[in-house]
């Protein structure tokens, strides 16, 4: 059953800090209330990757590249 925001669905990857969130489990809730399924891991079936510095020189950000 889908909720009707955009993000319902996806798979979503989180790097770094959170600057719109007092941490990382509010944004995490948050994603997964809007119906978003949070992963540790970047792969191809990562639809969607918030990062708040895309200098950062994570193994993650790498592989999304």
């Known amino acids: 059953e889908h ?3 955009a993000i319902d669905g996806l798979r979503v990857a989180i790097i770094g800090k959170t600057e719109c969130f007092n941490n990382l489990d509010a944004l995490k809730e948050f994603i997964e209330g809007l119906g978003g399924v949070v ?3 970047v792969s191809g079936n990562t639809d969607l990757l ?3 510095d895309m200098s950062n ?5 790498k592989k999304s590249k």
């Open 3 to 5: 909720n009707g925001y």
């Open 57 to 61: 020189t994570s193994s993650k950000i």
């Open 50 to 52: 918030i990062c708040n």
């Open 39 to 41: 992963v540790s891991k």
